[in-house]
């Protein structure tokens, strides 16, 4: 995502915190909010110090096979980089900067599983190299997704995390059910079935938007609930 869906993420993230979890965080954080350190992972990315991250905010693998069926790329993915931030908060042995660090890497992470195209192909890099045009303007599908949707509402993140789905308990229990690999599968299947509905070099519109805007509220909307939950578990 872009630095909106990033931040509304962390901002509907705050709703479902435990008291653990947040006093835990607020800690580690020093009062700033997850909307605030959201966009960390991709701020950094400009500094070579920490070109070994790039592979973590996304997995590329074929329609049709599974995640399992690969062998782990040994760069990292975002499934090992997820369990890494867990596995580095969850550790008494490691230190507070390496805490900070890694809570703001996982909360930025957390939305990026649920950005349908950072489960892509190879071929074009998660649809980076997959042109297309959105209104006038020359783009391709993975920017479309990133943020070229969400900014034409021209809505701060607050307003976004607000209009979100008035959900039932049993709806969100439904949500938090699972776990990374099966919310990075639920990713998988809309990124399938964007590329069914997008042809290179088509011409994306309000049509478009009005399609799947819902689609991709949803999207920032489980990303939310969830990395909560795996901040719940993580500081239990
Ligand atoms: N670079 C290569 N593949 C990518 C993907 N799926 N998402 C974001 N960046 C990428
Ligand atoms: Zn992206
Ligand atoms: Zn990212």
């Known amino acids: 995502w ?31 909010s997850l909307a605030f350190v959201a966009n960390y992972g991709d701020d950094i990315k400009s500094d070579r110090q920490y070109d070994s991250y790039r ?39 490691s230190t507070k900067e390496d805490k900070i660090f890694h809570l703001k890497m996982l909360v930025h992470f957390m939305g990026d599983l649920h950005q349908p195209l950072h489960i892509g192909l190879e071929d074009d890099k998660g649809g980076n190299d997959f042109q297309v045009r959105w ?22 993140y607050t307003e976004l995390a607000a209009n979100t789905d008035v959900l039932t308990k049993e709806q969100v229990e439904m949500i938090k059910k699972g776990g990374v690999l099966d919310w990075m599968y639920e990713s998988r299947a809309l990124c399938e079935d964007i590329y069914k509905n997008t042809e290179i070099g088509e ?25 909560a939950e795996v901040l719940n578990e ?3």
């Open 2 to 32: 872009g630095k909106t869906g990033h931040r509304v993420v962390g901002e509907i993230a705050e709703n479902y915190l435990s008291k653990k979890a947040e006093k835990e965080i607020s800690k580690l954080l020093n009062g700033h």
């Open 55 to 93: 592979p973590w905010h996304y997995v590329n693998f074929p329609f049709g096979e599974k995640y399992e069926m690969h062998s782990k790329s040994e760069k990292g993915d975002i499934i090992q980089g997820i369990e890494k931030c867990i596995s580095v908060l969850k550790d008494a042995n």
């Open 135 to 156: 209104f006038s303007d020359g783009t391709n599908l993975h920017t479309v997704w990133d943020y070229k949707m969400i900014d034409f509402y021209e809505m701060s």
């Open 203 to 227: 011409k994306l519109g309000y049509a478009y938007m009005y399609k799947y805007m819902d689609t991709l509220r949803f999207q920032l909307q489980k990303g939310g609930i969830r990395l």
């Open 234 to 236: 993580t500081f239990s």
